[in-house]
């Protein structure tokens, strides 16, 4: 096991020598620092914190500017654990985009875009009602009858309605290590990782 904290920055096309297209997303790895290290004498089970992104000591609060002192770094943005890290690091040190290799598999987990309060048609590919007619209106993008009456005599759990869409946690399997570039702390993942631009994701071996 093994991870990192990075940043989506955008999508570009690379090309092998064959001349194939691979669609493939950037993202800024690192690098992230050792917060804390947590054993199993110690906590019960052996982790790895690390913390991604420069925060102002002015936005950070008193207890989170004196638990990074102690690996002698200033307040991050983002902090989380790792279970089981592979590589042997100790606080303080710093963790870069060089411990994955091009041509590896990694998962790649972050939350997608929030799409706020949706209708049926667009959060769960309903068509619709449909025309109109004998005085109905506005019901080309409605969702119709629930399918209860009287037996039931309420809406059954897990019936597709309309709601909150988007704003979820997703974990993409198998995305290839394109190319690493270490010294931008850039990875390029094969196809497309959930979030916007600049949105914080996790990437995981």
Not at 58 to 84: G, I, L, M, Y
Request: glycine share 12%; hydrophobic share 35%.
């Amino acid at each position: 096991m093994k991870g990192i904290i990075g940043k989506k920055i955008g999508m570009t096309s690379v090309f092998d020598s064959a001349g194939k297209q691979t669609a493939c997303t950037i993202i800024e790895a690192g690098p992230c620092v050792v917060t804390q290290v947590k054993t199993q004498a110690s906590d019960g089970y052996n982790a790895l914190q690390l913390s991604y992104g420069e925060k102002k000591e002015k936005h950070a609060t008193k207890a989170a500017v004196n638990h990074f002192a102690k690996s002698q770094t200033t307040p991050k943005k983002v902090s989380r654990e790792f279970r089981d890290f592979s590589l042997e690091k100790a606080i303080g040190e710093t963790v870069t985009v060089d411990i994955f290799a091009e041509g590896e598999k990694v998962e790649v987990v972050g939350t997608t875009k929030g799409k706020g309060f949706q209708g049926v048609v667009k959060r769960h590919g309903f068509s619709g009602v449909g025309q109109q007619s004998h005085g109905q209106h506005d019901r080309q993008r409605a969702p119709g009858s629930l399918g209860n009456s009287s037996d039931a005599s309420r809406v059954m759990k897990g019936m597709r309605m309309a709601g909150r869409m988007g704003n979820d946690r997703v974990k993409m399997k198998g995305l290839k290590v394109v190319k690493i570039f270490s010294d931008k702390n850039y990875l390029l993942v094969s196809g497309s990782v959930p979030g916007h631009n600049g949105s914080i994701v996790y990437i995981l071996k």
